[in-house]
């Protein structure tokens, strides 16, 4: 097997026993966000709901279920929101790249 190969492996077995709730050495990061900072960084990019919703992929239902606190976005979305809180200008330069 490769060198690359036996990394995939051993990566893809660290990432099992993580789910697992074994102990790694991987860290974690955790992303919190509130519905004030998810409508901030929204307005911080000058943005309606629905613009933004349809730039960022997500339905405009689902960001205003987010600024309103009756759900919370998960995952990638969550780290998204995130960064376009404390670098919107960033975010604009990437997606003007795209």
Same mark, same amino acid.
């Given at each position: @097997?490769? !060198?690359l190969g036996q990394? #995939?492996?051993?990566? @893809?077995?660290e990432?099992v026993?993580?789910?697992q709730? !074994?102990? /790694?050495?991987? =860290? %974690?990061?955790k992303?919190?966000l509130?519905p004030?900072?998810?409508q901030r960084a929204r307005? $911080?990019l000058g943005l309606? $709901?629905?613009?933004?919703?349809?730039a960022?992929? %997500?339905s405009?239902?689902?960001?205003r279920?987010?600024?309103?606190g009756q =759900?919370a976005? /998960?995952?990638?979305a969550?780290t #998204? #929101?995130k960064?376009i809180e =404390?670098e919107? =200008?960033? %975010?604009?330069r990437? #997606?003007?790249?795209?």
């Amino acid at each position: @097997m490769s !060198k690359l190969g036996q990394e #995939l492996v051993e990566s @893809m077995a660290e990432a099992v026993a993580h789910a697992q709730g !074994k102990p /790694t050495g991987s =860290r %974690v990061h955790k992303v919190a966000l509130k519905p004030d900072e998810i409508q901030r960084a929204r307005k $911080q990019l000058g943005l309606s $709901q629905d613009q933004f919703a349809d730039a960022f992929g %997500v339905s405009a239902s689902t960001l205003r279920k987010w600024e309103q606190g009756q =759900r919370a976005p /998960t995952g990638a979305a969550k780290t #998204l #929101l995130k960064i376009i809180e =404390r670098e919107p =200008r960033a %975010v604009v330069r990437a #997606l003007k790249a795209a």
